[in-house]
């Protein structure tokens, strides 16, 4: 099963102690030692705290992380903080995201953006010196969003995830690591289970990247079980071609409601193919917006699935893939918050939810970053 998120509002410094102890139990059932477990409530606790000492409405995101062990502990808030005066020469200009530069797994790259409305508030720096590898971005007037993520095993391979900038291929001979990769799955206000779920796969070299979302007819229980039942699919033969693949997803949906079933794979050469039937939405984002929409075939996958049909981009041009459910509201695409597609996709998959979220719905949102090339 895919794990939820969980989302802990943030008005005030209240919501610390409970992001604090939402982290703590989420690390322990990652399965991570008790000093991660520490760690994690420290850093969401620092997270919150930094949010309400700026004044920003928002919220804590607490997941595992895409495709690897550990957890991570995003913030995204949004309020009107005074325009950034202390910007760095060779930083990115205002009205744009700048980088990040604050801790280890994190590149300065001309110059570290400051919290907005001034430098990073001391438990912002407590959280850089805590993380395994941190992120932030911040829109001057607009908001600021981060990710710290813990991991069992720091180092190694996976130091240039996340960094944002285009990791190489490894040495040869050695497994590509995985693609930097985030999500958001959250079930509707109201509701204990989701109706969505996503799913990642990655083949042995590392070279091609398959992703699956499916948002089950309507809300709860019965929802929740078609997704699960498309993701247990999935898991089971993801190296098929698509429309082979998503006829093994609808034969496994038959004795459920039915879902709306997204597919893209992206290969070693930079193409990416897409299936989908029903409303479950895919485009190539980048620096320079979104690149390409995939459309989708009308239908019911368990019910009334047309003969399913893939259609291939021949080069993503280093762009993110990016699938959300109807669950995010669908015009954000026409003119996309400053910033947004050139996220890295941990900061990108919250980002989006948090700010395009439709409450009454369930919502998953899965998003992969370029692929690994050899310099």
């Known amino acids: ?24 139990r989420a690390a322990a059932a990652a399965g991570l030692p008790a000093a991660l477990a520490d760690r994690a409530a420290e850093c969401a606790g620092a997270l919150a705290r930094a949010l309400a000492a700026q004044q920003l409405s928002g919220a804590v995101y607490i997941q595992p992380p895409a495709l690897r062990p550990g957890l991570d502990i995003l913030a995204v808030g949004s309020g009107p903080q005074p325009r950034d005066t202390h910007r760095p020469s060779g930083a990115a200009p205002a009205g744009g995201l700048g980088m990040d530069g604050l801790g280890p797994g994190v590149s300065a790259g001309g110059g570290a953006a400051p919290w907005p409305g001034g430098p990073a508030p001391g438990d912002l720096r407590s959280v850089r010196g805590l993380a395994d590898h941190f992120l932030l971005r911040s829109v001057p007037g607009r908001g600021a969003a981060a990710c710290a993520r813990l991991s069992p095993r720091a180092g190694g391979a996976d130091e240039a995830e996340g960094t944002g ?3 190489g291929e490894p040495p040869e001979g050695r497994a590509a690591p995985p693609p930097d990769a985030g999500s958001v799955r959250l079930p509707a206000e109201g509701e ?18 398959t992703a699956l979302v499916a948002d089950g007819l309507g809300h709860g229980p019965a929802a929740a079980e078609a997704a699960d039942r498309a993701v247990d699919a999935f898991r089971g033969s993801p190296g098929l071609p698509l429309p082979q693949l998503m006829r093994a997803v609808h034969a496994a949906l038959r004795s459920t409601r039915g879902a709306a079933v997204g597919l893209l794979r992206r290969t070693a050469d930079d193409a990416v193919e897409h299936c989908a039937v029903g409303n479950v939405r895919a485009c190539v984002v980048g620096h320079d917006g979104v690149r390409h929409r995939f459309g989708a075939q009308p239908g019911v996958v368990g019910w009334n699935m047309p003969a399913p049909t893939a259609h291939r981009l021949p ?5 993110t893939l990016l699938m959300h459910s109807d669950g995010v509201e669908g015009d954000w695409a026409r003119q996309p918050l400053p910033g947004l597609t050139a996220l890295p996709a941990p900061l990108l998959a919250v980002v989006l939810a948090h700010h395009h979220r439709a409450v009454r719905d369930d919502v998953t949102v899965l998003a992969v970053g370029p692929v690994r090339r050899r310099p």
């Open 315 to 319: 080069d993503a041009d280093g762009g």
């Open 192 to 209: 204990t289970s989701c109706g969505d779920a996503w799913a990642l796969d990655t083949s042995p070299d590392g070279g091609t990247v």
């Open 1 to 24: 099963m895919t794990a939820l998120t969980t989302r802990i509002g943030v008005q005030d410094d209240g919501a610390a102690g409970i992001a604090a102890a939402v982290a703590r």
């Open 165 to 167: 900038e285009a990791p």
